[in-house]
């Protein structure tokens, strides 16, 4: 253990004892600990999580895991009303998919532009 975890452990230790740390929000209730990015490292998931949370990821990641899963749940299934129903949600979810797409291709070129504009104005 580094110098620093064991400050940082003194110190967490010490609120606690202190009591600093009753009465959180959240506290007795269990941890939310599911696992959504499986295979990912650590470091992958802390930077995926940060881009998602400012806003540079948005609902296409997750559109395009949702897809994959109906892709693999379709390909497994036996039962046709079964097959039938996935494929239903399948194809709503690509309109979905491809209309979340069309808005960030057109959101991306009207920011690209006027950062052009601005970069060529510099260099004039």
Same mark, same amino acid.
Request: no cysteine; proline share 2%.
């Given at each position: 253990?580094d110098?620093?975890?064991?400050?940082?452990? *003194?110190?967490? &230790?010490?609120? !606690?004892?202190?009591?600093? +740390?009753?009465?959180?929000?959240?506290m007795g $209730?269990?941890?939310?600990?599911?696992?959504?990015?499986?295979?990912?490292?650590?470091e992958m998931?802390m930077?995926?999580r940060?881009?998602?949370n400012?806003?540079?990821?948005?609902d296409?990641? *997750?559109l395009? &895991?949702e897809? !994959?899963?109906l892709?693999? +749940?379709?390909?497994a299934?036996t039962?046709? $009303?079964?097959?039938?129903r996935?494929q239903?949600?399948?194809?709503?979810?690509?309109?979905?998919?491809?209309?979340?797409?069309e808005?960030?291709?057109?959101n991306?070129?009207?920011?690209f532009g006027s950062?052009?504009?601005?970069?060529?104005g510099?260099?004039?």
């Amino acid at each position: 253990m580094d110098l620093f975890s064991r400050i940082a452990e *003194d110190k967490i &230790k010490e609120a !606690i004892k202190n009591g600093e +740390l009753d009465n959180l929000p959240g506290m007795g $209730k269990p941890l939310d600990l599911k696992d959504d990015l499986p295979g990912m490292s650590a470091e992958m998931k802390m930077g995926y999580r940060m881009l998602k949370n400012a806003g540079y990821i948005s609902d296409q990641v *997750d559109l395009r &895991k949702e897809l !994959i899963t109906l892709n693999d +749940l379709i390909s497994a299934a036996t039962d046709d $009303k079964e097959i039938k129903r996935l494929q239903e949600k399948l194809t709503r979810k690509q309109l979905k998919f491809e209309k979340v797409m069309e808005q960030r291709r057109k959101n991306t070129n009207v920011r690209f532009g006027s950062y052009a504009e601005k970069i060529y104005g510099k260099l004039k």
